[in-house]
């Protein structure tokens, strides 16, 4: 999807939920909901790729590189499975994840960093976290902790490479696994 439309519906669903939870009367409701639709700027549906328009169930088959075909067939990863995680496009690969369920912006932060090592090695054939990543993720899903950040990836730390604190890494032997049961657990969802 692209970033235009992602930021639209992202915003719309926001909305959408806002207005519903207003102490104003349903006609009003719809009022002020139809003036924000007119406001909001997403490319036309049928310019929209499948994935876009039907959710992440209809990826296109992208053929994986080589890391990624060992780790599924090692960890019997099926192609859905990362469908439902990842939106999968050649060119573009993205997540897919709603709100993570956590007890806590620890265990939040070692699923960032677990999706993060996932994701760049659907990219890029390696396991690369970059911290930036894990920061923006762990943002977007509500479990950034700014001043205990740096706490939680060394609490982490055993699923990285020659971690040190604020650099980047990739996932250790003990991460990757770590990774494939997320997959495992996070598609069953």
Known sequence: MNKQNK?????????AERISKAKISESM???VFQHFL?????????KWTNSERN???KNEDIEFNSTITRFMRTYKIAN???KKLFYLEPDNIDYL???LKVKNNVEGIHHCILLVGLKNALETSKYTVVVNQVRELANNHGVYDSPNFSYAM????????NYKPGKDSELSGAGIRAASDLVSKLSQE
């Open 7 to 15: 930021q639209a519906l992202d915003e719309l669903l926001e909305t």
């Open 29 to 31: 409701k719809d009022v």
């Open 38 to 46: 007119k406001t909001v700027k997403l490319e036309p549906l049928d």
């Open 55 to 57: 959710g992440h169930g």
């Open 80 to 82: 859905e499975q990362l």
């Open 97 to 99: 994840i709603p709100k």
């Open 154 to 161: 060394s609490k982490n730390e055993s699923l990285l490479k």
